[in-house]
C-alpha cells in the first residue's frame, strides 16, 4: 500500500523519473598506499561486467542475485544515512554531507573522517580509459610538417609560416584532450536525458564498522570524472567497510545497481520522501547467465492494488506481448532484474 501511494503521488519538477545508468566503482585501500576507484561492472537495463583482466566487457545478461546479498543491502539501507533531494555540485560536497551525517550519528571521529574523505575522491578508472598510443600519431604529424617546411622542388618555397603554426596547434590540441576516452558506440545506447547512479564500493583496512550512505541529488549534477559516461549523476550508493570482506560488499553493490533498473524500485527511488525498503523476492544461482529476453514483460501489473486473497486486480494484457523463451517456466525459484513491490 505504502508503494502504491508512492507512486500515485504527483510528480514535480524534481522528482520526474528518468532513464539511469548504473556504474560500480571498487577500490581496496590497504596500508595507506595510493589506489584508485576502479570500474567492475554498469548497467544500462542489463548487468555487464569487466572480464579477462580488465581486457573487455561482457555481453549484457540478466542479473542474477542472491537472497543473502539482498537481505544485507536491505540492512545497509535500514542502518545506514539516506540523504534524500540534496543539493550538491561536486563529489568534495557530496563527502563532506555524508561523512556530516556520519559524525552526527557519532559512526566516525575526526582522523577516521579525514581518512574515509581521501578515499572517497580517490581517481575513478574506467574501463575506456586506456589511452591510445600518441608516439606513431606524433611522429607522424611531425615529419609531415618537417617535410613540408623544406623545398620539395628547386626554386620553390617550403610552406608558410601560418600553415606551420597551424599544425602545431592541431597538435598541441591533439595532447591536450588526449585523454578524453568516451566510448561513443555505448554512449549511443543511452537515451536521452539519461541520469547516473553511482554504486562505490570497497575496504578500507582503517574501518571498524562500515560506512554507508544512499544519497539522492536534486537536481542531478554532472560530477567530472565519476562516471564512464558525461551525464549526470542523480543517485550515489556509498559501502565502504573493514578489510577481508570484499566479495561481500561486491555482492552488495550489485544488489544495490541491479535494482535501480527495476522499474518500480526505480519509480519509487525518484520520488520517495524517507528511507526506501528493499524486499527481495526469490533466490538464484548467481553463476547462471541469463541471456536478456526478446521482450521485456509489462510492469503494470505490479502497481496496480492488491485484493483481498493477495491477487492483483485484473488488467487487460498488452495485445502482442509475449515472453521468449529465457523467461519460461522451469520449477526453480528464480530472481532476475524484475522485482515484487
Known amino acids: 500500500a505504502r508503494v502504491q501511494f508512492i507512486l500515485g503521488t504527483e510528480e514535480d519538477a ?5 532513464d539511469l545508468f548504473t556504474e560500480l566503482d571498487e577500490i581496496c585501500v590497504r596500508d595507506g598506499k595510493d589506489t584508485e576507484w576502479k570500474e567492475t561492472a554498469r548497467w544500462l537495463k542489463f548487468e555487464e561486467d569487466v572480464e579477462d583482466g580488465g581486457e573487455r566487457w561482457s555481453k549484457p545478461y540478466v542479473a542474477t542475485l542472491s537472497l543473502h546479498s539482498l537481505f544485507e543491502l536491505r540492512s545497509c539501507i535500514i542502518n545506514g544515512s ?12 557530496i563527502a563532506d554531507m555524508v561523512l556530516d551525517h556520519q559524525e552526527a550519528s557519532q559512526e566516525l571521529d575526526d582522523n577516521m573522517r ?3 574523505r581521501e578515499a572517497l575522491l580517490k581517481r575513478h578508472k574506467h574501463q575506456n580509459d586506456k589511452k591510445k598510443n600518441l608516439i606513431p600519431m606524433v611522429r607522424s604529424i611531425t615529419e609531415g610538417a618537417r617535410k613540408q617546411s623544406e623545398p620539395l622542388i628547386p626554386g620553390k618555397y617550403p610552406c608558410t609560416f601560418e600553415e606551420s603554426c597551424s599544425r602545431w596547434l592541431f597538435l598541441l590540441l591533439l595532447l591536450k584532450h588526449s585523454d578524453i ?14 541520469e547516473a547512479s553511482n554504486v562505490l564500493v570497497g575496504e578500507l583496512d582503517f574501518l571498524e564498522r562500515p560506512v554507508v550512505a544512499f544519497v539522492r541529488l536534486s537536481p542531478a549534477v554532472l560530477l567530472t570524472g565519476l562516471t564512464e559516461v558525461p551525464i549526470p549523476t542523480r543517485f550515489l550508493f556509498i559501502l565502504l567497510g573493514p578489510d577481508g570482506k570484499a566479495q561481500q560488499y561486491h555482492e552488495i553493490g550489485r544488489s544495490m545497481a541491479t535494482i535501480m533498473t527495476d522499474e518500480i524500485f526505480h519509480d519509487v527511488a525518484y520520488k520517495a520522501k524517507d528511507r526506501i525498503t528493499v524486499l527481495p523476492p526469490g533466490e538464484w544461482d548467481p553463476s547462471i547467465r541469463i541471456e536478456p529476453p526478446k521482450n521485456v514483460p509489462s510492469q503494470e501489473k505490479r502497481k496496480m492494488p492488491s485484493v483481498a486473497n493477495g491477487t492483483v486486480c485484473p488488467v487487460e494484457e498488452e495485445h502482442g506481448e509475449h515472453h521468449g523463451p529465457e523467461l519460461q517456466r522451469t520449477g526453480r525459484l528464480g530472481l532476475n532484474s524484475s522485482f515484487s513491490p
Open 114 to 116: 579525514v581518512k574515509v
Open 14 to 18: 524534481e522528482h520526474v523519473a528518468h
Open 82 to 93: 539516506v540523504l534524500l533531494d540534496m543539493h550538491a555540485d561536486s563529489i568534495e560536497e
Open 181 to 194: 576516452t568516451v566510448d561513443l558506440h555505448f554512449m549511443k545506447k543511452i537515451p536521452e536525458g539519461a
